[in-house]
């Protein structure tokens, strides 16, 4: 057997003497990588990479039109407002730049605005005992409630102060048996009530005696209480449209799902947010030059492997025929 060295100048001959094999062949899998790009680019590429669950807007519409109307409007407001700012400082933690940081922060100091200016007066309105805000179908029922409220109080005074005076004027009994530590501290506590009694009492009474001879300056109140209620679940429902409308531009921007599960109004939280991250998927265009590329280098790599081979082994059965 004839032996046949090969060098660096066999190499390079044999590659020449194959490149139109490499040529046909590289351009073979470019045109594979080609069609594979175009077929698979719309279905691996993906226009929105996150989604985001967006809170509710204020609505009083479901609220009944009672006597407790505008407290439960309050109330709503000021959950809808712990809402909106636990939303705020979920999507402040997702923002990954400054423009969408300050874009966040932006709509908190909005937030924290409409609470200082327009949402803390109306609380500080509701916190006064004597403040009376009905609709004027609810008038009528709550003169009944507060009837109620006030023969209730009475008896409940009755009993508080007779508790009182057998404290004032009775003794610990001398024999300490568990039925009777129990009767002596309810009596305590019966005893303790009376002063608050007697305020809720002289509080009972103003506001039935408003309800029946003043009715025009509650109706007055209550119209301007309203109109503050509208304005502000206004505003903040234009301050949740904007958050809603950032979550889902940062949840696409930061690959991302926003989660809201709800918990139910009687909660302290009534919401809990939570955020899942996802992979970033290639935008339309990036799949197809991926696999172009890599159709391109593998042709090109294993057809200077395969040129080189058939020339080295062309080569060879020629100095073999020799």
């Known amino acids: 057997m004839k032996e046949y060295n090969v060098g660096l100048s066999q190499i390079w001959k044999a590659f020449r003497s194959q490149i139109r094999f490499l040529i046909v062949y590289v351009l073979s899998f470019l045109l594979l990588g080609v069609g594979a790009g175009f ?22 519409s479901s609220l009944n039109m009672d006597q407790n109307y505008y407290t439960s409007c309050k109330t709503q407001l000021e959950l809808s407002y712990n809402e909106t700012r636990y939303y705020l400082s979920t999507l402040s933690s997702i923002a990954s730049d400054e423009e969408e940081k300050m874009a966040v922060t932006c709509l908190q100091d909005k937030l924290e605005d409409l609470y200082n200016e327009d949402l803390l007066p109306i609380k500080d309105d509701f916190e006064n005992a004597l403040s009376i805000y009905i609709p004027d ?105 904007e958050s809603n409308n950032m979550a889902t531009t940062l949840a696409i921007n930061n690959a991302c799902q926003i989660v809201i599960e709800d918990k139910g109004r009687d909660m302290d939280n009534n919401i809990e947010i939570s955020v899942l991250h996802t992979h970033h998927k290639l935008p339309a265009g990036e799949v197809k030059q991926i696999f172009i590329i890599f159709f391109g280098m593998f042709g090109l790599c294993s057809g200077m492997f395969i040129a080189i081979c058939k020339g080295l082994h062309s080569k060879k059965n020629d100095v073999e025929a020799n």
Do not use: H, W
Request: hydrophobic residues 40%; glycine residues 4%; charged residues 25%.
């Open 39 to 60: 077929y698979y680019d719309t279905r691996l590429a993906a226009s929105e990479g996150g989604s985001a669950d967006i809170i509710s807007n204020v609505n009083f």
């Open 137 to 241: 179908s609810a008038r009528y029922d709550a003169i009944t409630y507060y009837e109620q409220m006030l023969e209730n109080t009475e008896y409940s005074i009755i009993k508080s102060k007779a508790a009182a005076d057998l404290i004032k004027n009775g003794q610990i009994p001398a024999i300490q048996t568990d039925a009777i530590t129990k009767t002596y501290e309810d009596i305590l506590i019966l005893a303790a009530s009376y002063g608050e009694d007697k305020m809720n009492l002289a509080i009972y009474r103003e506001i039935l005696d408003r309800l029946q001879n003043d009715y025009d300056n509650i109706k007055l109140q209550s119209d301007r209480i309203n109109t503050q209620l509208i304005a502000v679940s206004d505003k903040l429902n234009g301050i949740i449209d």
